[in-house]
């Protein structure tokens, strides 16, 4: 038999456990405060807690911290009327086995439950207490992950999990989805707060001056290296190294990171001294590094060292129902610097931003929210004005099964042995013109999109004769 306590200060909530898991496997315990809580933990020592985190007195990430500090192998559930990305982040990082929402989904609880019990009976080997931050250093202007959505809460979850961890982190999602403020995220809820986070985008920087970027030089290493300039590496040293794009850096300096991941050393452009470092990596890629890895563009060996552990970010148009909170975030980030503190947006442009694909994620509907703050003439954003800026689908875009069959219909140049060869040209055309239409033909950005080369891009260009 298993002894659950549950720990809420609403006594319906309680009474609701008690029918749910009323049988003959639970014992059920039942406390309606933090002191009592404690208190009966101490006493009964139960296999599982469920732990509301809106109490009096002390909340239950309160609790939930100090629980784990006197028995960390016991599971604990949080569940709340209300989760805030920060909320779930705290929890998991303080040892939360779940983190459920009210109204609870009933099967899923009991999934929940029977997991955390059978968790506890294969528990084993040295348990490290996580360290408590005494004192939290988040200045109120960090930048925050917003958003409610269950895609988005499960990235909170993962967050909470690694930051405590040194391992390095493999961040995965489109362009715009948020991956630099993940990395932000993992540092401030780890115990490198305090220590710097160093960012570093490697597909803006060309690959010779990647290498001197990333570990420095000695004075008189190259022409016009008048100093010693130290590295990313050791400016982040204690800290956070985030490496942005990491599936544009080349393979000869690939070699070199996964040096540096393996033994923790490296040395300086024009120098034969290895400098050891303390340094977290966290690396993010909008590529799919696996295709990569195929075509003998990206290291596998050093894949499977940045992705100890993935954190894969959704799409704007997989949390559509994060779009009102977003736009409320952008309008006051940005209302206060135009000085247009009461403005609202109409419902139907809401609904209008529901049902639009978002190509550009969280960077575009925050590029759209600012455009309508700065042209609006009154206090309310209506749908013209702020889908103005939103591109519209390209007329052109790439061929599908109704135009192929017109295409192939209609083309009279056709003749055996060449329709594979004039197909496959026509679709490669209308993907190039179609990416480049979308970056506003900025090749770099256009070759990103298809995971192709610039090189492959300005050759096309070519072929088919396209135009801007």
Not at 208 to 221: I, R, V
Not at 379 to 408: A, Q, T
Request: some cysteine; proline content about 4%.
């Amino acid at each position: 038999m298993y002894k659950v306590l549950i720990v809420d200060d609403e006594q319906s909530v309680r009474y609701s456990f008690k029918k749910l898991l009323g049988t003959s496997n639970y014992e059920l315990i039942e406390a309606s405060n933090a002191e009592t809580a404690l208190a009966t933990f101490n006493r009964e020592k139960p296999n599982l807690v469920i732990l509301d985190i809106e109490m009096p007195g002390k909340d239950g990430i309160q609790v939930l911290k100090e629980l784990k500090e006197i028995s960390p192998l016991t599971p604990v559930i949080i569940i709340t009327a209300y989760g805030s990305g920060d909320r779930v982040i705290k929890a998991m990082k303080y040892g939360a086995y779940e983190y459920v929402e009210k109204p609870f989904d009933i099967p899923r609880l009991i999934s929940i439950i029977d997991e955390a019990l059978k968790a506890t009976q294969h528990s084993s080997g040295n348990i490290v207490d996580p360290k408590a931050i005494s004192k939290e250093k988040v200045k109120p202007n960090d930048e925050v992950i917003v958003g409610e959505s269950s895609a988005i809460k499960e990235v909170f979850k993962l967050i909470g999990r690694v930051a405590a961890s040194d391992a390095s982190i493999l961040i995965v999602g489109e362009s715009g989805t948020g991956k630099e403020l993940v990395a932000k995220a993992i540092h401030r809820y780890s115990d490198r707060l305090g220590k710097p986070f160093i960012a570093i985008n490697c597909a803006a920087i060309p690959e010779a001056l990647l290498e001197s970027e990333l570990f420095g030089y000695e004075k008189g290493a190259f022409t016009g290296a008048e100093r010693q300039k130290l590295g990313k590496f050791e400016e982040a040293n204690g800290g956070t190294l985030f490496l942005d794009e990491v599936g544009d850096m080349g393979l000869s300096l690939q070699s070199k990171l996964l040096r540096v991941l393996q033994e923790g050393t490296f040395e300086r452009l024009g120098s034969s001294k290895n400098i050891k470092v303390d340094v977290r990596i966290v690396a993010a890629t909008n590529r799919n590094l696996e295709n990569d890895i195929v075509r003998k563009a990206f290291r596998e060996d050093l894949y499977y060292r940045l992705k100890v552990v993935t954190i894969t970010l959704p799409p704007l148009r997989m949390r559509k129902d994060d779009i009102p909170l977003l736009t409320q975030h952008f309008m006051l980030k940005h209302s206060k610097e135009n000085r247009a503190d009461r403005l609202v947006v109409h419902p139907e442009a809401l609904s209008k931003m529901r049902e639009y694909s978002w190509p550009g994620n969280i960077r575009e509907l925050e590029n759209v929210v600012k455009r309508a703050i700065i042209l609006t003439k009154g206090n309310v954003i209506n749908p013209d004005l702020l889908f103005e800026g939103i591109e519209k689908p390209s007329s052109h875009s790439p061929i599908g099964h109704d135009r192929l069959s017109n295409y192939l219909s209609e083309t009279t140049s056709l003749s055996e042995g060449n329709v594979y060869k004039l197909v496959v040209d026509e679709v490669e055309r209308d993907l190039i013109k179609w990416a480049l239409d979308k970056t506003s033909w900025n090749q770099a950005q256009a070759a990103k999109i298809l995971g192709i080369s610039r090189v492959m891009i300005h050759e096309r260009i070519e072929k088919y004769e396209l135009k801007q």
